[in-house]
Every structure is written in structure tokens, then in C-alpha cells.
């Protein structure tokens, strides 16, 4: 079945960077769609970047110049790169692959959501 991990989290002062992984495990025949998302506490999750695969990306405004958004077809595995880090960028932050794998039920496509990791950054 297939699942998803996420790393690359951590503590950063503010000005630093982080590079965010979500690895896909199982029979993964294409990535169509990327996406990353954060919720900081107390407020609704919002999405950060997407990008349909073939196509440009897209960027919320608040992040759009610092934050890159790429993917790794070979390793299964998406990223998004984050720079200029505020201390308002603190967040949970989940990625959420639209994926055409191959499951007992056969060949089917499905959303799936990694199991977050955790960015806080010190002012």
C-alpha cells in the first residue's frame, strides 16, 4: 500500500533554511500532482505550494520568492525548499501527493497525505 514520509523539519532562526521531504513507498507508476500544506496552531490549514506535474508551480503569495517547490520522479520523492524563514512560517507542515499506483485492487488513483513535520523558527 502506499504511504507517505515526511522529514526534514526542525528548529531554524529566522533567515535560515529548511529542505522538506515527502517520500512515497509502493508500486508508484506516476506523480500527478504535489502539494504542500501547514497548519500553525489555532488556525485552519492553508495551502503553500502546489504543482500538477509538467506544469509550472504555484505559490501562496506569503511564501512565493522564498519557498521552491520540486519532485524527484526516480526516488519517489517531492520537496519543497524553504528559505528567508520568518518566525511566522512556524507551521506543521504536510505534503499531499495525488498518485497513480498500483494496489491489490489494481492500478487506481488517490490522494495521500503525509504525516507532517513539524518547522518552528526562532526570532
Known amino acids: 500500500q502506499v504511504q507517505l514520509v515526511e522529514s526534514g523539519g526542525g528548529l531554524v532562526q529566522a533567515g535560515g533554511s529548511l529542505r522538506l521531504s515527502c517520500t512515497a513507498s509502493?508500486?508508484?507508476?506516476?506523480?500527478?500532482?504535489v502539494k504542500w500544506y501547514r497548519q500553525a496552531p489555532g488556525k485552519q490549514r492553508e495551502l503553500v505550494a502546489e504543482m500538477t506535474t509538467g506544469s509550472s508551480p504555484n505559490y501562496a503569495e506569503h511564501v512565493k520568492g522564498r519557498f521552491i517547490i520540486s519532485q524527484d520522479n526516480a526516488k519517489k520523492t517531492v520537496y519543497l525548499q524553504m528559505n528567508s524563514l520568518k518566525p511566522e512560517d512556524t507551521a506543521v507542515y504536510y505534503c499531499?501527493?495525488?498518485?497513480?499506483?498500483?494496489?491489490?485492487?489494481?492500478?487506481?488513483?488517490?490522494?495521500?497525505w503525509g504525516q507532517g513535520t513539524q518547522v518552528t523558527v526562532s526570532s
Open positions: 499531499n501527493l495525488d498518485l497513480t499506483a498500483a494496489q491489490d485492487v489494481g492500478v487506481s488513483r488517490n490522494e495521500h
Open positions: 509502493g508500486i508508484i507508476l506516476h506523480i500527478n500532482k
